[in-house]
């Protein structure tokens, strides 16, 4: 079910009507549950099956971690049927593709397994809850584990399939979100923040990524070959700025969302393409994921601990796990291993000092604008051309594309009907400055009319919304 879609819609509104009725109270998670439960059976009901196992697998293992006889191998066997049933449904195309036969026999078996939607999601979150309960995370960290097993399953169903996260994200650790599980007031909700959510994810979803994707649909193998040096790299831009706007927008909606129902879900993104450093870009990219990652995978192989060379090692492995973590093909771990390389290098370049970031306010002076301006081109330069990664999984591909780039050739430089390419990334631009120079007087004062901004986005996402397409994310 599409958020930009009037079943959903419907859903959010019916849920809200009956979740606030004085006498569901108590029976709030019910109606929250229930409505997930419909929003991921929406399209194909049978896939409901395998979130519903992984619910229970996830709630028995966090119970016996506490309650067993037997902690250490219960959360270890919560964690390795996580992953292994991630592996099963992510990779068996890519394995069976890879080194069987799939005209025949268990190569055509692995590449016919379906790919849930949202299970690299769901999985993590299950494996953050076992892994937090493990860690023995106490009340004030949100980690309470009832003595009834019926409260803690009704607890971890909510966890796990929270509809407005549930397929895309933020991954939420549990011990973010189970502290938050309890009876929920419509004075809670924070309605101007749910609103400048709601409104600024659509439309980046709906008018910015929506209406990109018909023009980076070029970039995909062959038609490439038949474009110039400007259009490859306009296309190129033009991605970089739709897949920002798609997943941004996802996030943007489901935070918006999970407010209306008195939740509080995780910022995803930070602004990351104003980012003056590798390291900062991951920061502000994908927070949650990145997040994770550092939690449940860096730090537990050792972070920086252990000497230099460990530490890169260490970097270049979470990163490659957290390309392959994207998709079931080859070039999404060559984008991890990119990724990963770009950091280690930085952080040898650095010797690991922070510092070059944009936390703080625009830096005044020629020299420092222009120091800094340059930081933050390489790393956007770099970051561009890393997505050819997302748009080409077949890696001869993405090399192909790059060397056209090149050597155009006889094609046209830049096809004009590409120019409204400019048109829509305009926005990415505005939205990135408006915060980069958000302590100059000229923009405090544009912010006074943040009202008439939202107005004209609800106008355009009403009259200039690209046709509606699955949120890239999904297909992870």
């Known amino acids: ?40 059976a929406y399209s194909n009901p049978w896939l409901l099956l395998l ?21 250490r191998w219960c959360s270890v066997a919560g964690v390795v049927v996580n992953l292994s049933m991630l592996a099963f449904y992510k990779y068996s195309s890519l394995i069976g593709g890879s080194f069987f036969d799939v005209s025949d026999g268990i190569g055509a078996f692995l590449v016919s397994v379906p790919l849930p939607v949202g299970i690299s999601f769901y999985t993590f979150q299950g494996i953050s809850l076992v892994v937090d309960v493990w860690r023995g995370r106490t009340h004030d960290k949100g980690i309470v584990v009832p003595r009834s097993f019926a409260r803690h399953l009704e ?28 009876g929920k007031s419509v004075r809670v909700i924070r309605w101007g923040t749910v609103f400048r959510a709601l409104v600024l994810g659509y439309f980046l979803k709906m008018v910015v990524a929506d209406n990109l994707k018909d023009f980076t649909f070029w970039m995909a193998y062959p038609y490439f070959q038949n474009r110039g040096t400007g259009s490859l ?19 943007l909606i489901a935070i918006g969302v999970a407010g209306l129902f008195g939740y509080s879900l995780p910022r995803n993104f ?37 000497g230099r060379v460990r530490t890169y090692l260490n970097l270049l492995l979470t990163m490659m796990l957290g390309g392959l973590w994207h998709g079931a093909a080859w070039s999404y771990l060559a984008w991890g291993t990119y990724h990963g390389l770009l950091l280690a290098g930085e952080r040898l370049l650095t010797g690991g000092r922070r510092g070059g970031g944009v936390d703080g306010v625009a830096p005044h002076g020629c020299g420092a ?9 390489f790393v956007l330069v770099m970051v561009t051309m890393g997505w050819l990664f997302f748009v080409l999984p077949d890696f001869s591909h993405v090399l192909l594309y790059l060397r056209h780039i090149c050597s155009p050739g006889s094609a046209v430089f830049l096809d004009p009907k590409l120019l409204p390419i400019v048109l829509y990334v305009l ?41 509606a397409a699955d949120f890239v994310y999904f297909q992870f």
Request: glycine letters at 6%.
């Open 233 to 251: 790299v306009l296309m190129l831009i033009g991605y970089g700025a739709q897949i920002f706007a798609d997943f941004a927008g996802y996030s």
């Open 155 to 182: 607890r971890t169903m909510l966890y796990i399939t929270f509809f407005p996260q549930l397929v895309a994200g933020p991954i939420v650790k549990a011990h973010e979100f189970l502290c938050q599980i309890g």
């Open 427 to 467: 926005p990415m631009v505005i939205y990135h400055l408006v915060w980069y120079f958000r302590d100059r007087r000229f923009v405090k004062v544009l912010r006074r009319y943040d009202p008439v901004f939202a107005g004209a986005m609800l106008f355009l996402i009403v009259v200039n919304s690209g046709s």
């Open 270 to 306: 930070y602004f990351p393409y104003i980012s003056a450093s590798f390291r900062e870009f991951w920061k502000r990219w994908h927070i949650s994921l990145s997040s994770f990652l550092m939690e449940y995978l860096y730090i537990p192989l050792g972070g920086n601990r252990h």
């Open 369 to 377: 604008v222009l120091k800094q301006v340059l930081r933050i081109g």
């Open 1 to 40: 079910m599409l958020f930009n879609s009037w079943p959903f819609v419907l859903l959010v509104l019916c849920s809200f009507i009956v979740y606030y009725l004085p006498f569901f109270r108590t029976g709030q998670v019910y109606v929250l549950i229930a409505s997930s439960l419909v929003f991921y």
């Open 51 to 71: 979130l519903l196992f992984s619910a229970l697998v996830n709630a028995v293992a966090s119970y016996f971690t506490v309650y067993g006889r037997y902690p």
